[in-house]
């Protein structure tokens, strides 16, 4: 069965500061992983995804996400943060036993601070 | 291209009613899946649809069901509604790579009284 885990609820990190989104999955096989954003009462927007290729991965609003094989990780990372990054952020798998089926993390909430 | 679509975009109903939810995908996209999402349960996958079959489904009760139609366009209907069926229900399309992205919808809140 494949899984996915964001180990932090909230993120808490002042403008300017580089943001981190811890996620960690397991499945059997090559995963296909992605990150989303939701900002409030709207649908989840698309950020990256990893498939195939070089691990580090560039996504929109100058988000990327790099992929570890051994540690089975996907952080997504943000240089310098943006008040408006503040959102609900989900990690998503793809592989393994369930193909076409998404599993998605619990998600995790990031305030930026002025 | 015009992203995926979600009618009604709120709805309220009361306990024991029946709702039926349409979805539709972004052109060209075959693959529709449902979500619901709640504060305490979060992203909860209910069922995918490709090419008007049922490919994958999730563990919800058969009050939840669903369809996709020739045009891909795919509506769920949830019957004898529970409190606990208030949520938002996102609609996701995507093509049929398996590496392709899932494209969501505004979602659909569902309040049930």
């Known amino acids: 069965a494949q899984s996915v885990a964001q180990p932090e609820d909230q993120v808490n990190v002042a403008e300017g500061n580089p943001l981190t989104v811890k996620c960690t999955y397991s499945?059997?096989?090559?995963?296909?992983l992605f990150w989303y954003v939701q900002y409030p009462n709207r649908g989840l927007q698309f950020l990256l995804k990893?498939?195939?290729?070089?691990?580090l991965v560039k996504g929109s609003y100058g988000f990327e996400a790099e992929f570890n094989k051994s540690q089975t990780s996907f952080h997504l990372k943000k240089p310098s943060a943006l008040v408006s990054d503040s959102a609900l952020y989900f990690c998503?798998?793809?592989?393994?036993?369930?193909?076409?089926?998404?599993?998605f993390g619990a998600g995790t909430q990031v305030v930026v601070t002025p | 291209k015009a992203g995926v679509t979600q009618t009604p975009r709120y709805l309220i109903k009361t306990r024991g009613q029946q709702v039926t939810l349409s979805c539709s995908p972004i052109?060209?996209?075959?693959?529709v899946s449902w979500y619901q999402q709640t504060p305490g349960q979060g992203l909860q996958f209910l069922f995918e649809?490709?090419?008007?079959?049922?490919?994958n489904k999730g563990n919800f009760p058969g009050r939840f069901s669903g369809r996709q139609f020739s045009n891909s366009r795919s509506e769920m209907n949830v019957s004898t509604l529970e409190l606990g069926d208030s949520a938002l229900y996102l609609c996701?399309?995507?093509?049929?790579?398996?590496?392709?992205?899932?494209?969501f919808g505004p979602g659909t809140r569902l309040t049930v009284l």
């Open positions: 996701a399309s995507s093509t049929t790579d398996d590496t392709d992205t899932q494209y």
């Open positions: 499945v059997s096989g090559n995963p296909y």
């Open positions: 990893y498939i195939t290729g070089d691990n």
């Open positions: 998503a798998v793809r592989g393994g036993h369930s193909w076409g089926k998404f599993q």
């Open positions: 052109s060209g996209h075959r693959s």
């Open positions: 649809y490709f090419s008007e079959t049922q490919r």
